[in-house]
C-alpha cells in the first residue's frame, strides 16, 4: 500500500512538473525589466532595460547576481564560454563575467557572433550612418569599418546586416549588406530595401523582418534574401528568434508571442504562462529553450513543447465566419476559444468584463482562411465576461463578421 502510494504522489508530482514546463515559467528578477537575454556554458545573462546592468545566474535563473555595473545594450555568448557587451566601449569577459576588459574603446550598440566564430560590433551615429567591423580572434584585432549593422542575422557562412547611410547620402533611407563568405566581402543591396530590423533568417532561408524604411511597423517575408517582400501580418514585431525548424518566434510590445512558419504564415499565439506580454528580447540556447525577456524579468520554454502547443489552422478551408462557445465554460485556470475564417481577414479577439472595459486581446492581425484557437489563461476576479470577434475580409471589407459571446470565469 505505502508503494502505491508512492507511485501515485510521484507520478502527480511529474505530472505537475510536465505542466509547468508545457508553459512560460517566470525565471528570476520579475521586478526588473528586461531588454536582452543571453545564454551559454556560463550561465544565463541578462541586461535591464532601465540602467543596462548585466546580472548573471548559474542555477537555472534561482538566484542572480550583477557582473556589469551599467551602460550595458547587447550581449553575445561564444561557444568558447567568452561573453561580449555592447556599452560605452566593447568589452569582454572570459571567466563568466567576473572580470571583464575592453576590447574596442568606441561606443558599441550591438554585439553578435557568427556561427564560424567572428564576432561583429556596430556602433550607430544618427548623422555618420550605420558601421560594423569584425574580429576573427576574439576582439584583438578588428577590420575596417563597414556599412551596416543596424542588425545581424546568420546562416552558415551566409550573413545579413541593415543599416542606413551618412546625412550626406540621405541618411533617412535604410539599405541592407549580404555576404555569403562569413563577413569577408559585402553585397549592397541598391534601391527600395526590403525589409528593417529586427529580421531573422529561418530555416528554409526565407527572412522574416520588421516594415522597411522605419525599422518598425508590420511583419514582412523575403523569399528572395531581402530582395522583395511581401507583408504577412500587421502586427509589430520588438525582436524576432529563429527557431531550428518550427519557424520564428515573433514578439511583440503588447500582444506577447507569435509563432510563424518559415514560409511566413501565422500559426498562433504563445503566450500561455505569461503574465507580461511586453515582449523586449527573445533568444535559444542549445540544451532545448527558448527565453523571453519582459517587465516581468525572464521567463523560459522547453522548445520541444512549442510545436504541439501553437494554435495552428486547419488545411481546410471553411465556408463561413463562425465564433464558438469557449470551451470549458465555466472555466479555472484556461479556456480555450475557436474561431473560423473562410478568408484571409484583419481579426480582432477581444475580451471585456461586464463593464465594457477591455481586459484582454487574443488577436489582432492578419490570418489566412481556416480554425484557429485561442486560449486564454486570465489573472482577473472571477465573474461574467464576453469576447468579442471582428473579422474584416482582405478582399472584401463589406462582409465584415462580428459576434459575441459570454462565459464565466470561476477562481
Known amino acids: 500500500m505505502k508503494l502505491i ?30 531588454a536582452k537575454i543571453g545564454v551559454g556554458s ?12 548585466v546580472f548573471r545566474s548559474t542555477n537555472g535563473g534561482t538566484n542572480w547576481s550583477q557582473v556589469f555595473p551599467s551602460a550595458g ?27 571583464w576588459v575592453n576590447v574596442r574603446n568606441l561606443e558599441t550598440t550591438c554585439v553578435a557572433i557568427s556561427p564560424t566564430g567572428c564576432v561583429f560590433r556596430s556602433d550607430f551615429l544618427l548623422y555618420d ?51 555569403s563568405d562569413g563577413g569577408q566581402t559585402w553585397q549592397r543591396k541598391e534601391g527600395y530595401p526590403a525589409l ?15 516594415q522597411p524604411l522605419s525599422y518598425a511597423g508590420y511583419l514582412y517575408l523575403s523569399t528572395d534574401t ?54 523586449h528580447c527573445l533568444a535559444m540556447d542549445t540544451a532545448g529553450y ?37 470551451y470549458p465554460n465555466p472555466f479555472n485556470p484556461s479556456t480555450t476559444i475557436r474561431l473560423v475564417l473562410p478568408q484571409r481577414s484583419r481579426v480582432r479577439l477581444t475580451i471585456y468584463n461586464i463593464l465594457g472595459q477591455q481586459v484582454a486581446e487574443l488577436a489582432n492581425e492578419e490570418m489566412s482562411a481556416g480554425s484557429y484557437e485561442r486560449v486564454w489563461n486570465p489573472i482577473v476576479a472571477s465573474g461574467l465576461y464576453f469576447y468579442r470577434i471582428e473579422a474584416v475580409p482582405v478582399t472584401d471589407p463589406g462582409k465584415r463578421f462580428v459576434d459575441v459571446k459570454k462565459m464565466i470565469f470561476l477562481k
Request: charged fraction near 10%; glycine fraction near 12%.
Open 196 to 210: 528593417g530590423a529586427p529580421f531573422a533568417w529561418s530555416s528554409n532561408g526565407n527572412f522574416l523582418g520588421a
Open 73 to 99: 545594450v547587447d550581449i553575445a555568448l561564444a561557444p568558447n564560454g567568452m561573453i561580449f557587451i555592447a556599452a560605452d566601449s566593447m568589452c569582454r569577459s572570459t571567466d563568466g563575467g567576473v572580470t
Open 226 to 279: 531581402c530582395v522583395t517582400s511581401t507583408e504577412v501580418s500587421s502586427i509589430t514585431p520588438s525582436s524576432l528568434q529563429a527557431l531550428s525548424s518550427i519557424g520564428v518566434l515573433v514578439g511583440t510590445d503588447t500582444l506577447g508571442i507569435f509563432l510563424f512558419s518559415d514560409n511566413g504564415d501565422s500559426l498562433g499565439t504563445l503566450n500561455t504562462g505569461l503574465t507580461d506580454l511586453h515582449i
Open 129 to 179: 550612418g550605420d558601421t560594423f567591423e569584425i574580429s576573427t580572434d576574439n576582439g584583438s584585432t578588428w577590420s575596417s569599418p563597414i556599412a551596416g549593422g543596424a542588425a545581424f542575422a546568420f546562416r552558415l557562412r551566409c550573413a545579413v546586416t541593415a543599416g542606413r547611410g551618412p546625412a550626406s547620402d540621405m541618411g533617412a533611407f535604410p539599405f541592407m549588406s549580404v555576404s
Open 290 to 326: 527558448v527565453y523571453a525577456g519582459t517587465n516581468a524579468g525572464v521567463w523560459r520554454r522547453p522548445l520541444s513543447q512549442l510545436a504541439v502547443s501553437v494554435n495552428k489552422p486547419s488545411s481546410t478551408v471553411p465556408q463561413e465566419f463562425s465564433l464558438s462557445q469557449n
Open 5 to 34: 502510494r508512492f507511485a501515485s504522489l510521484f507520478f502527480a508530482a511529474a505530472l505537475c512538473v510536465s505542466q509547468a514546463d508545457a508553459q512560460w515559467v517566470q525565471k528570476g528578477l520579475s521586478d526588473r525589466g528586461i
Open 42 to 53: 556560463s550561465g544565463w545573462f541578462a541586461i535591464t532595460s532601465d540602467s543596462g546592468s
